[in-house]
């Protein structure tokens, strides 16, 4: 490489650590001010995107600029992520068991778990719906879309990914979630990993139950050794969320400086659509939430540092010690609806990836095989099928690109579209996930609203019986 490239990237790589500074200065000044995590989050975002902005401008003509100086800006960035992951297997595993040991009933987790998926599974339904009327609205279709080099090498490829899971059975899908290696989940060594350390750690948490009831000498150690290693693990994510800023700061540099204004503007019409689709559902959240007696403005206040990470990191996995952090903090969700919500929000019911993306291909490539997408059958076919697909891509590895393998061949339509849009798949993606964690966390709010009667109700059973009010006759 020449010495004035070398050079050019060791400057920037200054003015990034400048930046870091800089964040750093911004932290510790507004430490003892209230959403400071928020403001926090939104410093480093714009920082980060400026950066980004900086190289592309500067070094357009000199790709191994910005490729050297984005090999270091990773160990911001993806160093972060690479933290959070490292946080979500101890933290669900930790925390199931915790939330079964504590409750007062385990008949509640089942219908925890009901609530909390049928929401995922609606809010889905809700998102396929909107992305239909987008689509129509902007007259979107597949014509004009011109498939380069990138896109074609990736036309083979999607459609291998497409023969491996379109052989998916909801039996198959069931026996993935099951933990028959608990260690090899517990390494996220499978796309279902998640879900079977969830069902691994309620299994535990009700064996610690049954434990502590026919061994009345082993519940309180079984109680206090369950709260300790739930406060090292709590304490462990607020050391690795005080990051957050740094992270996002590197991540955005790195989605900025790589995207390709070219491809931006051919595809702009699908991307402004996409984001309004995402921007409407948006609301239908806050709407769901206003119903539940959840003010949607203070919501997404306390959930803004989530979402900024969602849309920067692009991993619904690694948003999941941020989601329950938030939930259970800020949003006062009992841990066992947050570690639910979270756990299966990350693979399941996935509003922006399994909801509104594939319901938008399968809509703008309907007409091209001469189908009318605007009838009823076509319309209610696609909205079943999205919300079958949302739940079952759980078990294959998730994601926006499986949940259109799935869709798209199951409607009778082709897959091209897929790799045509690869070259703006980043961008949209950043909104899509954080769509996505929304989801999981309004699953959660609205679970927690509508299980609280119940748990006012045993509240005041528990008071009556230990305290009745008609004890004393005197009175």
């Known amino acids: 490489m020449p010495v004035t490239a070398s050079v050019a990237a060791y400057f920037m790589l200054a003015i990034f650590v400048g930046l870091l500074f800089a964040i750093y200065l911004f932290s510790k000044q507004h430490s003892k001010q209230k959403n400071t995590l928020s403001k926090r989050v939104l410093f480093g975002l714009v920082l980060g995107s400026t950066f980004g902005l900086l190289l592309q401008f500067l070094f357009a003509e000199q790709p191994q600029v910005i490729n050297q ?34 409750l007062e009933q385990q008949g509640s987790l089942g219908k925890i778990s009901f609530i909390s998926i049928s929401i995922l599974l609606f809010t889905t339904a809700l998102s396929a719906l909107v992305a239909i009327a987008v689509t129509y609205g902007f007259d979107l279709n597949i014509n004009g879309l011109i498939a380069g080099t990138p896109e074609a ?10 023969a491996n899971v379109a052989d998916l059975s909801v039996p198959q899908m069931l026996l993935s979630f099951i933990p028959q290696n608990p260690f090899a989940d517990l390494s996220n060594l499978r796309s279902s990993s998640i879900i079977a350390v969830v069902i691994f750690g309620v299994l535990v948490g009700i064996a610690a139950r049954k434990v502590m009831l026919e061994q009345a000498e082993l519940a309180e150690p079984i109680r206090n050794g369950v709260n300790a290693l739930q406060a090292i693990v709590m304490s462990l994510v607020k050391m690795v969320i005080a990051l957050t800023p740094y992270g996002v700061a590197g991540l955005m540099a790195s989605v900025i400086a790589q995207s390709s204004g070219s491809d931006i503007v051919n595809l702009l019409a699908f991307i402004v659509a996409s984001y309004v689709a995402i921007f409407l559902m948006f609301i239908v959240h806050g709407a769901l939430l206003s119903l539940a007696g959840v003010s949607p403005t203070d919501y997404f206040k306390k959930i803004w540092p989530v979402l900024t990470f969602a849309f920067s990191s692009r991993s619904s996995a690694a948003t999941i010690p941020l ?10 969700v009992p841990s066992a609806i947050a570690n639910l919500s979270a756990s299966f929000g990350a693979t399941i019911g996935q509003n922006g990836c399994a909801g509104i993306y594939p319901a938008m291909l399968a809509m703008m490539v309907a007409p091209s095989v001469g189908i009318d997408p605007m009838t009823f059958e076509f319309i209610a076919s696609l909205v079943g099928i999205v919300v079958i697909s949302s739940f079952g891509i759980a078990g294959v590895g998730g994601g926006a690109t499986f949940a259109a393998l799935v869709v798209l061949p199951t409607m009778g339509l082709p897959i091209e579209i897929v790799a045509l849009l690869i070259s703006i798949e980043p961008l949209i993606d950043m909104a899509r996930t954080a769509l996505n964690v929304s989801g999981a966390m309004t699953s959660g709010v609205i679970t927690s609203k509508l299980m609280q009667p119940s748990q006012q109700e045993k509240s005041l059973e528990s008071a009556l019986k230990q305290q009745p009010l008609f004890a004393n006759k005197d009175t």
């Open 69 to 102: 100086v984005l090999s270091w800006v990773a160990i911001v960035g993806k160093g972060y992520v690479g933290l959070l992951k490292m946080l979500i297997m101890p933290l669900v595993f930790i925390f199931m068991i915790a939330a079964v040991v504590k």
């Open 153 to 162: 090498a990736q036309i083979n490829t999607l459609q291998n990914k497409a």
């Open 323 to 332: 989601n329950i952090n938030v939930q259970v903090n800020q949003l006062k």
